[in-house]
């Protein structure tokens, strides 16, 4: 065979080879275009299917929001409610207030009634002591009946709270005692020192009720 003819043939099997790797492309490229086409028309109906969501959700959330008229409604039920607390408060505290002044004036009309009630026992002693002295000859016996009721009636002081302050020998104490003079003490000693009472003075849980009015030495 001759080199022409044998160049001829190889140039023939070429251009075939060629052809055939150029409509392979074709059908690569068609076949990538057809990719590309159908994963465009999947993300368009993707968005399609996203957006129909979202603008379900947005209506079921516009649904579940309370309209203007129902919220107006709202707030009256509200309103009414506090304006009941309130009410049933003022009226508590009116009965409140009524109630305390009640009991305030019972203690002040009656506050003292037990210690009342306490001091009728020395007054009934007393009662029997003055019939007694009508006829009594023995004035030492009568004497010692008054001391009798004098200690009872101190006893029943106590009990509420009233004692006696103490004045002899004492120091001068002006939160206790009221100097109504002033004498030459005996000695040093008593200078300062109360020499004498003139009027007993008592507390109550601890408060002067009525300072002792005393003589102070010089």
Same mark, same amino acid.
């Given at each position: 065979?001759?080199?022409?003819?044998?160049?001829?043939?190889?140039?023939?099997?070429?251009?075939?080879?060629?052809?055939?790797? #150029?409509? &392979?492309?074709?059908? !690569?490229?068609?076949?990538?275009?057809?990719?590309? =086409?159908?994963? /465009? +028309?999947?993300? @368009?109906?993707?968005?399609?299917?996203?957006?129909?969501?979202? #603008?379900? &959700?947005?209506?079921? !959330?516009?649904?579940?929001?309370?309209?203007?008229? =129902?919220?107006? /409604? +709202?707030?009256? @039920?509200?309103?009414?409610?506090?304006?009941?607390?309130?009410?049933?408060?003022?009226?508590?505290?009116?009965?409140?207030?009524?109630?305390?002044?009640? =009991?305030?004036? /019972?203690?002040?009309?009656?506050?003292?009634?037990?210690?009342?009630?306490?001091?009728?026992?020395?007054?009934?002693?007393?009662?029997?002591?003055?019939?007694?002295?009508?006829?009594?000859?023995?004035?030492?016996?009568?004497?010692?009946?008054?001391?009798?009721?004098?200690?009872?009636?101190?006893?029943?002081?106590?009990?509420?709270?009233?004692?006696?302050?103490?004045?002899?020998?004492?120091?001068?104490?002006?939160?206790?005692?009221?100097?109504?003079?002033?004498?030459?003490?005996?000695?040093?000693?008593?200078?300062?020192?109360?020499?004498?009472?003139?009027?007993?003075?008592?507390?109550?849980?601890?408060?002067?009720?009525?300072?002792?009015?005393?003589?102070?030495?010089?």
């Amino acid at each position: 065979m001759k080199f022409g003819t044998i160049f001829v043939i190889q140039s023939v099997r070429n251009k075939k080879r060629l052809k055939m790797s #150029e409509e &392979t492309i074709d059908k !690569e490229m068609e076949a990538m275009d057809n990719s590309q =086409e159908m994963t /465009e +028309k999947e993300q @368009e109906a993707t968005d399609k299917s996203q957006e129909t969501e979202d #603008e379900t &959700t947005s209506q079921e !959330e516009e649904a579940k929001e309370p309209t203007t008229e =129902e919220k107006l /409604e +709202k707030a009256e @039920e509200e309103i009414t409610d506090l304006k009941d607390q309130l009410l049933r408060k003022i009226a508590e505290f009116d009965n409140y207030r009524k109630r305390t002044i009640k =009991e305030k004036t /019972e203690l002040i009309l009656n506050g003292g009634e037990k210690t009342i009630v306490s001091i009728l026992p020395v007054i009934d002693d007393m009662e029997r002591a003055l019939k007694n002295m009508q006829n009594a000859e023995d004035v030492a016996a009568v004497l010692e009946g008054v001391e009798l009721i004098y200690k009872k009636f101190l006893d029943i002081l106590e009990k509420q709270g009233v004692k006696s302050i103490k004045t002899e020998n004492e120091d001068f104490n002006v939160d206790l005692h009221e100097a109504i003079a002033q004498l030459p003490a005996p000695s040093d000693e008593m200078k300062g020192k109360i020499l004498d009472c003139t009027l007993t003075g008592y507390t109550m849980n601890d408060k002067v009720i009525r300072h002792a009015q005393v003589v102070v030495g010089l």
